[in-house]
Every structure is written in structure tokens, then in C-alpha cells.
């Protein structure tokens, strides 16, 4: 069964820093990935997702990650925080039969000025 | 497009209660799905449509719940007999073709408190 593990469940970082949030799939086939954000008491909305291609993905906000099959990984980076970027970050992975999402268990982003 | 609808936006009731929920989603999007968000954790999938046909029910899904799409337009989610554990928020998302790679839009939710 395919899995989305999302390692620290908060970080904190500087306003201006970079910000890395850390995310490992398992899947038996090549996967969709997703980012998603969620401000509080909002629904949640895409940042960026991976389908095929290129391996480095740009979304919205500046917020970029890089699909590593070697290292079934899906990293969210941001070169340099802003405040309005604390929310609760999300990475999900698509399940190949049906579509539906499976997402991490989340991380909360906190920036400190 | 005013994008996927859900309504309530917050709902809270008594225990042994009936509860409804209300997606609209987009107006070409096919493919409908309800979503659990407990707090601290990520949204649990609960079920989903094409069109008016029910595809999958989680095991999430008791009996107490039921889902329903007529005519492949809004859906509806209604609770039998709420429980304290079934306060939570409820998220609805639509896509459209036949792929997720068209991208997912989620509602803003429906957030049920069961007291």
C-alpha cells in the first residue's frame, strides 16, 4: 500500500531563511506528488505536484521540490521565508487506481521575524 | 468557476444528531471526493464518484455514513447518529479527465463538532 511520510511535524525557521520541508513516499510504481498548504480553518490548496518530466517542480510562492526516485523522496524548499508562509504544509501521494490522495500526517511551519 | 462549494462552512450538533453536508464542485469536474481531516493529521479519504456512480467507500465510511451524487452534480454526505469521534473536518475535491494530472480543487471544508 502506498504510504507518504512526513518527517518533523513542526519547523521553525527565521524570516529570510530557507525552508525545508522533508517528505519519503512509498509507491510500487512511478508516483504523482503533491504539495499542498493549508491556512487555519481552509481547505486546502495545491503549492505544486510532480507528474512526469522534469524532476525539479516550481509552484507557487517560490516554493520549489525535487522528485528523487532513488531516494523516494519529494523535499519542499523555499530559498527564503517569508511570514506569511506558517501554515501546515501537506505531501501526498496518488493512489495509480483510483486517484485518491493519500497525504503525510503533515508539518506545521512556523517563521519566526 | 467559483471553484468546489462546500457548505456548511461549520456545523455543530448533539450527539445522536443527523448531520449534512453539501459539496457543489466544479461544473466539468467528473470526479468527486470526500476527505476526514482530524486535527493534527492529514485528510483521510472517505469516498468518491464518477459522476453519479459511488466507485470506493473506505473502511473510514461506517454504516452511520452515506454519500450520495445524483445526476453526477452536487454531492451530499450525511452522518446518522453523530458520535463525539465524528467531529472533524470534512473536505470535498474535484478533478476533471480521467487523470489526477489535470490537479485536484479542494472545497474549503465543512468543519463538524459533535457535542
Known amino acids: 500500500a502506498q504510504s507518504v511520510t512526513q518527517l518533523g511535524s513542526h519547523v521553525s525557521v527565521s524570516e529570510g531563511a530557507l525552508v525545508l520541508l522533508r517528505c519519503n513516499y512509498s509507491s510500487s510504481v512511478p508516483p504523482y506528488l503533491f504539495w499542498y498548504v493549508q491556512y487555519p480553518n481552509q481547505g486546502l490548496q495545491l503549492l505544486l505536484k510532480y507528474t512526469t518530466g522534469a524532476t525539479l517542480v516550481k509552484g507557487i510562492n517560490g516554493f520549489e521540490a525535487e522528485f528523487k526516485k532513488s531516494e523516494t523522496s519529494f523535499h519542499l524548499t523555499k530559498p527564503s521565508a517569508h511570514m506569511s508562509d506558517a501554515a501546515e504544509y501537506f505531501c501526498?501521494?496518488?493512489?495509480?487506481?483510483?486517484?485518491?490522495?493519500?497525504f503525510g500526517t503533515g508539518t506545521r511551519l512556523q517563521v519566526f521575524p | 468557476d467559483t471553484g468546489v462549494s462546500q457548505n456548511p462552512r461549520h456545523k455543530i450538533t448533539k450527539r445522536g444528531q443527523n448531520v449534512t453536508f453539501r459539496c457543489d464542485p466544479i461544473s466539468e469536474h467528473n470526479r468527486l471526493y470526500w476527505y476526514r481531516q482530524t486535527l493534527g493529521q492529514g485528510p483521510e479519504f472517505l469516498t468518491y464518484?464518477?459522476?453519479?456512480?459511488?466507485?470506493?467507500k473506505s473502511r473510514l465510511l461506517s454504516d452511520r455514513f452515506s454519500a450520495e451524487r445524483p445526476k453526477g452534480s452536487f454531492s451530499t454526505l450525511e452522518i446518522q447518529r453523530t458520535e463525539q469521534g465524528d467531529s472533524a473536518m470534512y473536505l470535498c475535491a474535484s478533478i476533471s479527465g480521467t487523470t489526477i494530472s489535470y490537479g485536484y480543487t479542494f472545497g474549503s471544508g465543512t468543519r463538524l463538532t459533535v457535542v
Open positions: 501526498a501521494v496518488s493512489d495509480e487506481a483510483t486517484d485518491k490522495l493519500i
Open positions: 464518484f464518477q459522476n453519479e456512480a459511488q466507485l470506493e
